[in-house]
C-alpha cells in the first residue's frame, strides 16, 4: 500500500479548510499532520480532520514555517496578498504546494513564484477547481468531440449573488483591492482559465469594462448609522442587514474568530466592531460590483464574460458551426438538465446532459472541490509534472488575463498580448 500524502496548512480558513475536511475522508490517500492559524477555534477544527496523534498546530506562518519540513505538501490558504510570501517560504523549505488562488496579486510576484518553483523543482498545483468538475469537463469533451463543430463565441456569467458578494466583497477580506487583488483576478480567474481551456487557444487581446455602481456612498439610506445594528431605520427592509447574521445567514458567521459554541450575544458584539457589521454603502470598499470582459483568441474565437454581484451561480453559451451548447445553472432550472446542446440542422434534436448530484451538478464550485482533492495524490505522485491538470505553468495564463481586464477597464484601452 503506497505511503499517504501527508499535508500541513497556513490559512484555516473557509478554502484552507474544506481541502482539510475532503483530505480527512481518504484517510488512506491523505493525512492531515500540521496547521498554522491565529484562531484558536479554526485550528480545532482543522485539528478535527486529522487522524494524527502528533498533529501539529501553530499560531502563524513564521512559527510553521521555522519548523523543518513537516509534510509533503502545504495547503496555502491564507489572504490574497500573503500568497507570494507564505508560497516562497514554503517552497524554500520543501513542500510542493496546493495554492489557493491567485498565485499572488501582481504580475512580479507571480512570475517570482513561477520562476523559483521551476528553480527549485517544486509542483505547485494552482486552486482552478472548475477545471475538475464533471460539468466542465461535459462540456469540454463535448467541445473536442466535434459535435459543435468549430468554436466561434462563447458567452459566460458568474453571479455571485447579492449576500456573497457584500458578505466577501463589501465587508470582507477582498474589499479593497489594493489590500487584496482586483474583482477580476480574486473570484474570476478560474473563470477566464475555463474559457481559454475550453476555446483550446491562447487569448490575442481583450477590453474590460465595469465598475462600482451599487455598494458605495450615493445609495446610503437616509439616516442610515455606519453600523446596521446602531439604530438603522431600514431595519429588516434592507436585505443587507448585518442582523441576518444572526438569523437566516448564520453559516456565513464562519469568518468569526469565536469559538462555534459562542452565544448570540457574543457574536452580536463582534458585529458591533467587526467589517461585517457595517453598513454596505458605508464599507470604504472598491472592487467592482459588475465587470465584462471580450476577448479574442487565436483562430478568431470570441468570449464575453461577466461577473456581477446580481446574479446566482454560473451559465455559459457556447456557439459552434454545428450546434449550440447551454449550460449551467438557468437552463437546470428551465429544462431540468446541466446541459443542452441544439444543433442547427433541422432533423436533429436536442440533446440533453445530466450531471450526477455525486458530481456536483451546476451548483457552487460545481463538486470541484472534492474532484481536486481526489486528484491532488495524482498530480503530486506523478512522474510527469506537464500532465498536471492546474500546474503553475497552466494557470499563469488566466492571471495574465485578469490583470490584462482590469488594466484595460482603468485605462479605457483594449490589451493585445505580445
Known amino acids: 500500500m503506497p505511503k499517504p500524502l501527508t499535508i500541513a496548512c497556513i490559512g484555516c480558513g473557509g478554502r484552507g479548510l474544506i481541502y482539510l475536511e475532503l483530505a480527512s475522508k481518504q484517510p488512506k490517500r491523505y493525512q492531515v499532520v500540521a496547521a498554522a492559524d491565529p484562531c484558536e477555534s479554526r485550528l480545532d477544527r482543522a485539528e478535527r480532520y486529522s487522524a494524527n496523534p502528533d498533529f501539529r498546530r501553530f499560531r502563524d506562518d513564521t512559527e510553521i514555517l521555522a519548523e523543518p519540513q513537516l509534510a509533503d505538501v502545504m495547503i496555502i490558504g491564507t489572504q490574497d496578498a500573503q500568497h507570494k510570501e ?56 463535448l467541445i473536442d468531440s466535434g459535435e459543435l463543430g468549430d468554436i466561434v463565441s462563447l458567452n459566460a456569467t ?72 446602531s439604530g438603522c431605520p431600514l431595519g429588516d427592509q434592507c436585505i443587507y442587514n448585518a442582523d441576518r447574521y444572526l438569523t437566516d445567514k448564520k453559516r456565513w458567521l464562519f469568518i468569526s474568530p469565536l469559538p462555534e459554541d459562542s452565544n448570540e450575544s457574543d457574536f452580536r458584539e463582534w458585529l458591533h466592531n467587526s467589517p461585517w457589521g457595517l453598513c454596505v454603502y458605508q464599507s470604504g470598499n472598491d472592487v467592482v460590483d459588475h465587470q465584462t470582459v471580450n476577448m479574442l483568441f487565436k483562430g478568431g474565437a470570441t468570449a464575453t464574460f461577466t461577473m456581477t454581484a446580481f446574479e446566482e451561480n454560473r451559465h455559459i453559451e457556447i456557439f459552434g458551426t454545428k450546434a449550440r451548447l447551454i449550460a449551467g445553472d438557468r437552463i437546470k432550472k428551465g429544462y431540468g438538465c446541466d446541459i443542452l446542446v441544439k444543433p442547427h440542422a433541422d432533423n436533429k434534436e436536442a440533446v440533453t446532459h445530466c450531471i450526477g448530484q455525486s458530481d456536483g451538478g451546476c451548483a457552487t464550485h460545481m463538486g470541484g472541490d472534492a474532484s481536486l482533492v481526489d486528484a491532488l495524490y495524482d498530480e503530486m505522485r506523478g512522474k510527469d509534472t506537464s500532465a498536471m491538470t492546474s500546474s503553475l505553468e497552466v494557470s499563469v495564463e488566466s492571471h495574465r488575463m485578469a490583470f490584462a481586464a482590469e488594466e484595460s477597464r482603468l485605462s479605457g484601452q483594449t490589451f493585445h498580448f505580445e
Open 86 to 141: 507564505h508560497a516562497i517560504a514554503a517552497m524554500k523549505r520543501g513542500y510542493d504546494l496546493l495554492l489557493e488562488k491567485p498565485i499572488a496579486s501582481n504580475p512580479d510576484d507571480i512570475a517570482e513564484v513561477h520562476l523559483l518553483a521551476r528553480r527549485l523543482g517544486r509542483r505547485v498545483m494552482v486552486c482552478h477547481v472548475l477545471r475538475y468538475t464533471a460539468f466542465y469537463r461535459k462540456v469540454k469533451s
Open 158 to 229: 458568474e453571479g455571485v449573488e447579492a449576500w456573497h458578494y457584500a458578505h466577501s466583497f463589501v465587508r470582507g477580506h477582498w474589499s479593497v483591492a489594493a489590500k487584496s487583488s482586483p474583482m477580476i483576478l480574486a473570484k474570476s480567474c478560474h473563470d477566464l482559465d475555463i474559457l481559454r481551456w475550453i476555446v483550446g487557444t491562447k487569448c490575442q487581446s481583450l477590453s474590460s469594462f465595469g465598475g462600482l455602481m451599487h455598494f458605495n456612498q450615493r445609495n446610503k439610506p437616509n439616516g442610515a448609522p455606519a453600523r446596521c445594528l
